[in-house]
T-cell receptor
Framework: DAGITQSPRHKVTETGTPVTLRCHQT?????MYWYRQDPGHGLRLIHY???????DKGEVSDGYSVSRSKTEDFLLTLESATSSQTSVYFC?????????????FGQGTRLTVV | RKEVEQDPGPFNVPEGATVAFNCTYS??????FFWYRQDCRKEPKLLMS???SGNEDGRFTAQLNRASQYISLLIRDSKLSDSATYLC???????????????FGQGTILTVHP
């Protein structure tokens, strides 16, 4: 299995509180992604990174920020959590930016905002 | 219109049945295509890539029709262990730093029963 770890695996938080999810990889892959998965929507891209300190927005980036200060870690922050951000969050990594390379996923973080 | 569309199912089939899933994509610049499998409460994992000439892996056959922007997955001799959600994934090189953007369909749920 690809060396990708998400933490925490489960979290319950209150509306309005900040939350940070961590994705850690041991594969030295350049590309890292954060997705959220909701019923009826599949996986939707929040943010991605193509290198240290290089990040860009995905299709559902509002309310989220990211940081990547080193190759192995990609952090997703909800500055002020809302109930609409209750979801399962997946981190993914890819070795290259090529379109034909496989993406590997972390085990997911189940976030509940109450 | 969603970039990648799948019939969400669910498909309920008996063991030994043949079942086919379809997926359409809207971006004609899409370059690579994949089927991922996701078990309940688990992360997505690559099932197979889809090549223009069609490809087979044991009981699984994938087809691509670029002209119709259509992808299919055929499962023969279904097993109980095939029960999962099958995700159609399309990759586009959006240029600039947006390499290898993955877009997911919402997934098709398959249940194989005895």
């Amino acid at each position: 299995d690809a060396g990708i770890t998400q933490s925490p695996r489960h979290k319950v938080t209150e509306t309005g509180t900040p939350v940070t999810l961590r994705c850690h990889q041991t594969e030295n892959h350049r590309y890292m992604y954060w997705y959220r998965q909701d019923p009826g929507h599949g996986l939707r891209l929040i943010h991605y990174s193509y290198g240290v300190k290089d990040t860009d927005k995905g299709e559902v980036s509002d309310g989220y920020s990211v940081s990547r200060s080193k190759t192995e870690d990609f952090l997703l922050t909800l500055e002020s959590a809302t109930s609409s951000q209750t979801s399962v969050y997946f981190c993914a990594i890819k070795q290259t930016g090529g379109t034909n390379t496989e993406a590997f996923f972390g085990q997911g973080t189940r976030l509940t905002v109450v | 219109r969603k970039e990648v569309e799948q019939d969400p199912g669910p498909f309920n089939v008996p063991e030994g049945a043949t079942v086919a899933f379809n997926c359409t994509y809207s971006n004609s610049a899409s370059q690579s295509f994949f089927w991922y499998r996701q078990d309940c409460r688990k992360e997505p994992k690559l099932l197979m890539s889809v090549y223009s000439s069609g490809n087979e892996d044991g009981r699984f056959t994938a087809q691509l029709n670029r002209a119709s922007q259509y992808i299919s997955l055929l499962i023969r001799d279904s097993k109980l262990s095939d029960s999962a959600t099958y995700l159609c994934v399309v990759t586009t090189n959006a240029g600039g730093t947006s390499y290898g953007k993955l877009t997911f369909g919402q997934g098709t749920i398959l249940t194989v029963h005895p």
